[in-house]
């Protein structure tokens, strides 16, 4: 498709979306005075699909039309916001300015002990791009946007870590060295090297409380994954399985974080599997569903308990491993499972040891982020012992989730410069990194037995689009050479 195919379509699409928008505050009588436009957050799907509809056409045409300058200059702006939002809130400006009035800048920066003529350019520089407003000459007032800075905290935690961590990482992100036997390896992370520092960024979060609030923050709004798995997996044909046992085994990780607001479950009323049916399973005696998380809230399981209220639900935990990119809900909330659901029950087990429950329906691993990487030969091991279990259960399934990084032009633009963003952050704090999700398919097919090996039989897609699950099963070598001939032949 050529370059002007793209921008008419976008712009379409761009004019589509914003006329729905236009229609929906009409007719709920918005207000539109002020520089944003200000909607409840409980407005209808449709309000928000179309709201990221227009944000994503914008980005893609500002793709096709920008040129260096422009590019340029976008950086500079971007950096200065984040400078002037991180300065308004480590100041504590942001909570002396009282929501909903108007107050002077002198006064104000006589309540927040900043200097008068700094504030109003930093506000002046906000107020550019909605943050904050100046409605009369020497006068400031929030907007919806920085108003939501005042009332939900995380969202300065978010732009501390980003300001105060996550950018001298980045900007002291250095070359790899290239080792004959064990490939790219980092000499040192860019975290440790920007703070002078030989302390691993896991466990300077867990001595430093308000450094792993910062980071949890920081998870929750840059597409946090649990949301995704969780919601593909109530798409799967749970009612099928009749009273079943579900097994979800969690392993906290450092830092461990509250998990973010999960839709309400009518969201996930009417819906199917577009990808997997677990009638395809069959039925066992004993339905027992066993989900290994290796960094994942609790959120699966609560879900899947409140809409079907059938199944029994045991979660594994093992608080000896921890996961950078994904970490998991706190002990706390863990231990709270039992007490919100009686169908729920929790035990401990080891990622790596022998899984003790061998006559499950399924199976769901949830995959660190160092999964093809540190962590491999353990995350291997694992996979061995399933394979096992599948072998003499050919009816069991396999789920493995990661966070899977997509193949380049495969989803949508900012949905892939998101994931790449934050396997950059997760190299530049840790030296580590997402797998693709090629690599993490080359490690399920690595793993077999005399008699065959592991198979994906499907690949579970979130609504973006982006890999976030893979099917499995065990396949003999016989059935293997049988389906390789018939693809051939056909």
Not at 126 to 131: D, H, N, P, Q, Y
């Amino acid at each position: 498709m050529n370059s002007i195919t793209q921008l008419e379509i976008y712009a379409k699409e761009l004019a589509c979306a914003a006329q729905s928008i236009v229609t929906y505050c009409q007719n709920a009588d918005i207000a539109s005075s002020g520089p944003q436009l200000s909607i409840s957050e409980d407005a209808p799907e449709q309000f928000h699909q179309d709201r990221r509809k227009i944000l994503a056409n914008v980005a893609k045409i500002q793709v096709l039309l920008e040129d260096s300058e422009d590019f340029v200059q976008k950086m500079a702006k971007e950096i200065q916001m984040l400078a002037s939002v991180q300065w308004l809130s480590s100041l504590q400006v942001l909570i002396c300015l009282p929501l909903g009035v108007n107050l002077a800048i002198k006064n104000l920066a006589q309540l927040a002990g900043v200097q008068e003529t700094v504030l109003a350019r930093v506000v002046r520089m906000t107020a550019s791009r909605g943050f904050l407003q100046e409605p009369q000459p020497g006068q400031i007032m929030h907007t919806p946007l920085s108003s939501r800075f005042v009332s939900h905290r995380r969202f300065r935690d978010a732009t501390m870590f980003l300001a105060e961590c996550c950018t001298p990482s980045a900007l002291h992100m250095k070359p790899t060295v290239q080792h004959p036997t064990t490939g790219d390896v980092p000499c040192e992370s860019g975290h440790s090297l920007a703070f002078s520092t030989s302390v691993p960024f896991t466990k300077a979060c867990s001595m430093a409380p308000k450094l792993q609030r910062q980071w949890s923050a920081f998870l929750q709004y840059t597409g946090h994954f649990d949301k995704g798995f969780t919601e593909v997996l109530t798409r799967l044909d749970w009612a099928n399985l009749g009273e079943s046992c579900i097994v979800e085994v969690t392993m906290p990780a450092l830092p461990s974080i509250s998990p973010p607001n999960f839709p309400p479950m009518s969201h996930f009323e009417g819906m199917c599997c577009d990808h997997l049916s677990l009638t395809c399973i069959g039925r066992l005696t004993s339905w027992l569903l066993n989900i290994q998380t290796g960094t994942q809230s609790t959120e699966t399981a609560r879900a899947l308990s409140e809409l079907y209220p059938a199944l029994q639900i045991l979660v594994q935990t093992d608080a000896s491993n921890s996961d950078l990119g994904r970490p998991l809900a706190p002990h706390g909330e863990i231990s709270s499972l039992e007490a919100y659901n009686p169908r729920i029950n929790v035990q401990t087990r080891a990622l790596g040891t022998p899984q003790t429950v061998v006559d499950a329906a399924a199976y769901i691993l949830h995959l660190p982020s160092s999964a093809c990487g540190s962590s491999r030969p353990i995350v291997l091991m694992d996979l061995q012992a399933y394979c096992t279990i599948l072998a003499a259960n050919r009816r069991a399934m396999l789920i493995v989730t990661a966070r899977m990084l997509p193949p380049p032009g495969t989803v949508d633009r900012e949905i892939e410069t998101l994931a790449r963003m934050r396997d950059l952050t997760l190299f530049q704090l840790g030296a580590d990194r997402d797998p693709e999700v090629a690599e993490v398919l080359d490690l399920v097919g690595s793993v077999g037995d005399s008699q065959g090996r592991l198979v994906v039989v499907d690949q579970l897609q979130a609504r973006n689009h982006l890999t976030v699950a893979l099917a499995i099963k065990y396949q003999g070598w016989l059935d293997l050479d049988a389906a390789l001939l018939e693809s051939g032949l056909s």
